[in-house]
């Protein structure tokens, strides 16, 4: 799952999904990938601050002198260094949707488990390297969650699922409630492409079937 950077966010950010079912949430700058300087000032910022605590592991060494917290240099983090869900692997996720300009305390991704909740998720403000849930599990798929469409602007998420069905569910202000269940397919779903512009869903199955779903928006946003 990708999402570019844009304005808003001039960031590269990614979502991907481990064979253990961990999902884990990239955020790394343009520059870090494009500019070799900033790649090298990155670097020798590093390699500085390794050589100033072996430097205060000597002294440490030789004196009991006491460390203080401002005696240190600032912690550094690496922009390769993801984010993970509160509990790592533990809803076992199938699929996953994730919000490119999301800022800190917005729902900025949702989750799918093999258990068929849906879950949402925010930036936390305490802790940088964990996603907090947003609300409780959202109940109403009967089996895993395979595929999530999402439209945060508008507010907007389907997913689909081993129970043959897709969802229809509605965002505001960070609580979710569902809009519709959609049901055609006999067999899982597999992949959902959808536009809220147009209001129209295009949906693959283990069926062997396409279907094209109008979701009835009465939206003008963005896909």
Same mark, same amino acid.
């Given at each position: 799952? !990708?999402?570019?950077?844009?304005?808003?966010?001039?960031?590269?950010?990614?979502?991907?999904?481990?064979?253990?079912?961990?999902?884990?949430?990239?955020?790394?700058?343009?520059?870090?990938?494009?500019?070799?300087?900033?790649?090298?000032?990155?670097?020798?910022?590093?390699?500085?601050?390794?050589?100033? !605590?072996?430097?205060?592991?000597?002294? !440490?060494?030789?004196?009991?002198?006491?460390?203080?917290?401002?005696?240190?240099?600032?912690?550094?983090?690496?922009?390769?260094?993801?984010?993970?869900?509160?509990?790592?692997?533990?809803?076992?996720?199938?699929?996953?949707?994730?919000?490119?300009?999301?800022?800190?305390?917005?729902? /900025?991704?949702?989750?799918?488990?093999?258990?068929?909740?849906?879950?949402?998720?925010?930036?936390?403000?305490?802790?940088?390297?964990?996603?907090?849930?947003?609300?409780?599990?959202?109940?109403?798929?009967?089996?895993?969650?395979?595929?999530?469409?999402?439209?945060?602007?508008?507010?907007?998420?389907?997913?689909?699922?081993?129970?043959?069905?897709?969802?229809?569910?509605?965002?505001?202000?960070?609580?979710?409630?569902?809009?519709?269940?959609?049901?055609?397919?006999?067999?899982?779903?597999?992949?959902?492409?959808? /536009?809220?512009?147009?209001?129209?869903?295009?949906?693959?199955?283990?069926?062997?079937?396409?279907?094209?779903?109008?979701?009835?928006?009465?939206?003008?946003?963005?896909?």
């Amino acid at each position: 799952v !990708m999402g570019w950077g844009s304005e808003a966010n001039p960031n590269l950010r990614a979502a991907t999904i481990s064979v253990d079912r961990e999902v884990l949430f990239w955020d790394v700058p343009w520059e870090e990938l494009t500019d070799k300087e900033v790649r090298e000032a990155r670097r020798k910022s590093q390699l500085e601050q390794a050589e100033f !605590m072996r430097e205060l592991r000597k002294s !440490m060494g030789s004196s009991s002198v006491m460390l203080k917290e401002e005696d240190l240099p600032p912690p550094q983090r690496s922009p390769f260094e993801p984010r993970r869900l509160a509990d790592g692997s533990a809803f076992k996720t199938r699929a996953v949707a994730f919000h490119p300009d999301a800022k800190e305390g917005q729902v /900025c991704a949702f989750s799918g488990s093999l258990e068929g909740t849906l879950h949402a998720w925010r930036f936390s403000d305490e802790n940088w390297e964990r996603l907090e849930e947003n609300c409780d599990p959202i109940l109403g798929h009967s089996d895993q969650i395979t595929a999530i469409w999402a439209c945060f602007r508008e507010g907007v998420v389907l997913s689909g699922s081993c129970d043959c069905t897709l969802r229809l569910w509605s965002v505001n202000l960070g609580f979710v409630s569902e809009e519709a269940v959609l049901t055609g397919h006999t067999g899982s779903i597999r992949t959902i492409f959808a /536009c809220s512009k147009v209001s129209r869903a295009l949906t693959s199955s283990a069926d062997d079937t396409l279907r094209i779903w109008s979701l009835g928006l009465a939206r003008s946003g963005d896909h």
